[in-house]
């Protein structure tokens, strides 16, 4: 034997490689599980957030829209109460003119045609006598034209004390009984005419 010393590598077979390599296998396989799940969790987490901030926007959005479309339909509201305000006052008033107008016309229309002529008188003389038999004496006031419109004839009535009266206008009548009066004018007429159709626009 050589007592000279040298150095040489030695080789040691590997006993476990196939049991090593399961076990990287594994561990990998675990890891890679591990981290996918991981991966999704916190995916999940920022779905969830995104989730939430989004729905918290869409509810911002629909508080702000629904507030727009409050205030716009009460502003809609004061401006159509507004308007209302403004207007309907002024078209009450320009059909109360209209009427009144249109009355005044006609009274003056047909005030013409009655206080001329023998028709007037005796339009007159039917309104004041009215409707029915009178038994006690009353008295008819005329204007003086009328009375000689009628002729005499007309002014024996029974019971009817004709008068003349200066101070009632052509085609006008007053009827005077012992408990009161049944006024046949043709302004009193209108009148009531005026009140009853201008009380009905207040």
Not at 34 to 59: D, K, M, N, W
Not at 138 to 162: C, E, K, R, Y
Not at 185 to 195: E, H, L, P, S, Y
Request: without cysteine.
């Amino acid at each position: 034997m050589s007592t000279d010393a040298g150095f040489s590598s030695v080789a040691y077979p590997r006993l476990r490689v196939v049991a090593d390599t399961r076990v990287d296998e594994r561990d990998r396989a675990a890891g890679h599980a591990a981290g996918y799940a991981a991966g999704l969790r916190a995916a999940s987490i920022t779905a969830a957030a995104l989730a939430v901030e989004q729905a918290a926007e869409h509810a911002a959005v629909l508080r702000h829209t629904e507030a727009k479309s409050d205030r716009a339909v009460r502003l809609l509201a004061a401006a159509a109460e507004a308007l209302d305000n403004s207007t309907v006052p002024v078209l009450r008033e320009a059909e109360g003119t209209l009427v009144r107008t249109a009355l005044d016309l006609a009274e003056a229309v047909l005030g013409a045609e009655l206080s001329q002529g023998e028709i007037s008188a005796r339009r007159a003389l039917e309104r004041a006598l009215g409707q029915g038999e009178h038994l006690e004496t009353h008295t008819v006031h005329m204007h003086p034209d009328d009375l000689a419109v009628l002729g005499l004839s007309t002014q024996n009535i029974p019971g009817v004390l004709f008068v003349s009266d200066a101070s009632l206008s052509r085609g006008d009548a007053v009827t005077r009984f012992a408990d009161g009066f049944l006024d046949a004018r043709i302004g009193t007429a209108f009148t009531r005419v005026k009140n009853a159709m201008l009380g009905g626009l207040a």
